[in-house]
């Protein structure tokens, strides 16, 4: 069983910035890569950038050079800095164990992220 349960969003103005946190428990291992997702308004759902146990990352071409993402294995949490957001930025967004992303159930609630002037 995998729990997920993301924070950090909110409202903001373009240009400004928000660190998202997902704090993972139950059948989570180090070397597995996480990734963080988002769905917007009329859209499918986007892999935005993953990490991989060894800490090796990737990102959409959208968001490069302007999210970071990042984990501590300590913690258990895995994390999404956004800088210069942008309108298009506006979605859910969720956090995800790459393996499981086809199961349903490992889904959480997610975090909106709004970048609205």
């Known amino acids: 069983q995998v729990q997920l349960v993301e924070s950090g969003g909110g409202l903001v103005q373009p240009g400004e910035s928000l660190r998202l946190s997902c704090a993972a428990s139950?059948?989570?291992?180090?070397?597995?890569?996480m990734g963080w997702y988002r769905q917007a308004p009329g859209k499918q759902r986007e892999l935005v950038a993953s990490i991989t146990g060894g800490g090796r990352t990737n990102y959409v071409d959208s968001v490069k050079g302007r999210f970071t993402i990042s984990r501590d294995m300590a913690k258990n949490t895995v994390y999404l800095q956004m800088n210069s957001l942008k309108p298009e930025d506006t979605a859910v967004y969720y956090c995800?164990?790459?393996?499981?992303?086809?199961?349903?159930?490992?889904w959480g609630k997610g975090t909106l992220v709004t970048v609205s002037s």
């Open positions: 139950g059948r989570i291992f180090s070397i597995d890569t």
């Open positions: 995800n164990v790459a393996r499981l992303t086809t199961t349903a159930a490992s």
